[in-house]
């Protein structure tokens, strides 16, 4: 079964002659089949919330490009919003959070009313795994809680290190508690959504890069090793695959403190160092600059043949650094697929 599935066979360390591949953020607005449901949906939160048109948009992509895993269509800020923080996604200027009632979420995380918020998105994975063929494996995901944490404190305008060091020394304890809690729940719902038809499990650590190095182990390390291994106790071989944007340099620290963990790189790595450093113990996964899909040319097919030359033959799944622009053309996305099958 594994080897029929291309992603988990690499997850679990294969090297098949080919590398599987799906893109971060496959399902979106350079598709315009989605762009159609959106519009139809009326809002995003829409889409998310009815579980027939979360696994209608999952599937989208994988119809037009046969891709090698399916991503549950949701987003991460699903868990605030779960736990009673409002949530809006303004057109063109990204998500926006109210203000943060801590005790309001404190209470709805001890009530575990949150749970039932959540529900569309478990149905969707089962609607999900039910039109999937065996060679695509379903990916469900979650922020890390500190990724969690900057968009409900407002902390990440402009990478603002100086409000993030200040927070922590004035608010050490209303920080800490939220992550824990955000450890907890996190942990829960990717156990759930493992239980209904994920077959691996990614944690979006996108806001990882602000964090200043001397709290890393405390904000980064800490919350993911609780979460691999409450993941661990019920799954023990759940696949698992952490992406932790503009911290590679941390990867090795967190290699050591967890194992079988897959990492996922951005765009800022080198191919030759994800090869020597990290690819001779885990498997990778990446890293193609999505500026360069969006521009195509000779550019992208040198950066694509350059990634499959480098990790190819190792433990390697294709894809970008970060999500797909929307501006993105789909034949682009065409030409790399075909680039990575007929190595
Ligand atoms: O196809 C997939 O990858 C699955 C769906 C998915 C979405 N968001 C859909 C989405 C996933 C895995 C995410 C993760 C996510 N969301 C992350 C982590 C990865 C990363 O990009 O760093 C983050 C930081 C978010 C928060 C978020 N949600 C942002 C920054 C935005 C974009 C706002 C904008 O308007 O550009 C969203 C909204 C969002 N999530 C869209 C999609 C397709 C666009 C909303 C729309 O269609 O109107």
Redesign the pocket.
């Known amino acids: 079964m594994i080897v029929d599935n291309k992603l988990l066979h690499v997850l679990s360390g294969g090297k098949p002659a080919k590398p599987p591949i799906w893109f971060?953020?496959?399902?979106?607005?350079y598709l315009s089949e989605y762009r159609q449901l959106?519009e139809q949906a009326g809002s995003?939160w829409n889409l998310c919330f009815t579980p027939e048109l979360a696994a209608e948009v999952t599937l989208q992509p994988l119809r037009r490009f046969d891709f090698d895993a399916a991503?549950?269509?949701?987003?991460?800020?699903i868990i605030p919003h779960a736990l009673g923080q409002h949530v809006e996604?303004l057109?063109?200027h990204?998500?926006w959070l109210e203000e943060l009632d801590f005790l309001a979420i404190f209470k709805i995380w001890q009530d575990q009313t949150y749970l039932s918020k959540l529900q569309s998105t478990l149905q969707a994975l089962q609607i999900v795994k039910q039109n999937l063929h065996l060679h695509q494996a379903l990916i469900g995901?979650s922020?890390a809680p500190w990724?969690l944490a900057t968009y409900m404190l407002n902390l990440r305008k402009a990478h603002q290190f100086e409000s993030v060091l200040s927070l922590l020394t004035t608010k050490p304890q209303e920080v800490s508690q939220l992550l824990e809690l955000l450890t907890d729940v996190v942990a829960i719902y990717l156990i759930e959504q493992l239980k209904n038809g994920a077959d691996v499990v990614k944690i979006?650590d996108?806001w990882a890069g602000v964090v200043p190095i001397e709290a890393r182990d405390e904000l980064l390390l800490k919350p993911l090793m609780k979460i691999v291994s409450q993941i661990r106790e019920t799954f023990p071989k759940a696949p698992i695959i952490y992406f932790g944007?503009e911290i590679s340099d941390y990867y090795p620290t967190i290699i050591k403190n967890i194992s079988n963990l897959t990492l996922a790189f951005d765009q800022f790595v080198e191919p030759i160092q994800i090869r020597d450093q990290f690819q001779t113990v885990i498997p990778v996964q990446g890293n193609l600059d999505p500026a360069l899909l969006l521009q195509g040319g000779d550019e992208l097919t040198r950066a694509t043949q350059n990634l499959l030359d480098v990790l190819g033959k190792g433990s390697y799944v294709f894809n970008l650094g970060?999500?797909i622009l929307?501006q993105t053309p789909v034949n682009h996305v065409q030409h790399v697929i075909d680039l990575v099958r007929q190595t």
């Open positions: 971060m953020r496959q399902a979106g607005r959106r995003f991503i549950i269509f949701s987003d991460i800020l996604f057109p063109n990204g998500p995901f922020g990724t979006f996108s944007r970060h999500g929307p």
